[in-house]
T-cell receptor, first 116, second 116 residues
Framework: DSGVTQTPKHLITATGQRVTLRCSPR?????VYWYQQSLDQGLQFLIQ???????AKGNILERFSAQQFPDLHSELNLSSLELGDSALYFC???????????????FGPGTRLTVL | AQTVTQSQPEMSVQEAETVTLSCTYD???????LFWYKQPPSRQMILVIR??????QNATENRFSVNFQKAAKSFSLKISDSQLGDTAMYFC?????????????FGKGTKLSVKP
């Protein structure tokens, strides 16, 4: 158990809908990362938050957004869902920036999203 | 931009034998981290081993060791005394040390099957 929790474990929804994925980082971790794992694209970085602020964006679609709350949990919002959004969505957390470098990331169990 | 390549989509090994998974990467950075992550059928992402580019000594964690060749931009994983529980997808990943963002860049993965 990494200490990172994600809810829900599974989500089945229809095209055009909107869903919210939730992540609670390990105690003490300030940085949260979201990754998408799909069969065709592999593991891709979506977005990073550090202590409540957006730090970096990767291959995140405009239909997707995220935020990190004062208690450091994070939510990833996916809207106008398409069949191609079906994937495993991982949250990872790390302590953050220490002594000039980012620390290693610990992954949650993932949320399996199926869009029908 | 950084890229990570895993040229072996699938591999198999007999229990108790040794297997080596290959990874090459491309970067213009001089300081970075390299990682191997294991993803068993449960889908959990588990950190296996990590290597700092500034360290010449190859990292070792029990039965897992790496062969890091910085000039060749190669980072292979050796699993000794393979066990059935080693059956999983293995991902090689790269992270810039001290970069503006701390996200991981993953290869496409190698599916390892350990046979009894």
């Amino acid at each position: 158990d990494s200490g990172v929790t994600q809810t829900p474990k599974h989500l089945i929804t229809a095209t055009g809908q909107r869903v919210t994925l939730r992540c609670s980082p390990r105690s003490g971790d300030l940085s949260v990362y979201w990754y998408q794992q799909s069969l065709d694209q592999g593991l891709q970085f979506l977005i990073q938050y550090y202590n409540g602020e957006e730090r970096a964006k990767g291959n995140i679609l405009e239909r997707f957004s995220a935020q990190q709350f004062p208690d450091l949990h994070s939510e990833l919002n996916l809207s106008s869902l398409e069949l191609g959004d079906s994937a495993l969505y991982f949250c990872a957390s790390s302590v953050g920036w220490i002594q000039g470098a980012w620390n290693e990331q610990f992954f949650g169990p993932g949320t399996r999203l199926t869009v029908l | 931009a950084q890229t990570v390549t895993q040229s072996q989509p699938e591999m198999s090994v007999q229990e108790a034998e040794t297997v080596t998974l290959s990874c090459t990467y491309d970067t213009s950075e001089s300081n970075y981290y390299l990682f191997w992550y294991k993803q068993p059928p449960s889908r959990q992402m588990i950190l296996v081993i990590r290597q700092e580019a500034y360290k010449q000594q190859n990292a070792t964690e029990n039965r897992f060791s790496v062969n890091f060749q910085k000039a060749a931009k190669s980072f292979s994983l050796k699993i000794s005394d393979s066990q059935l529980g080693d059956t999983a997808m293995y991902f090689c990943a790269f992270m810039i040390y001290g970069g503006s963002q701390g996200n991981l860049i993953f290869g496409k993965g190698t599916k390892l099957s350990v046979k009894p």
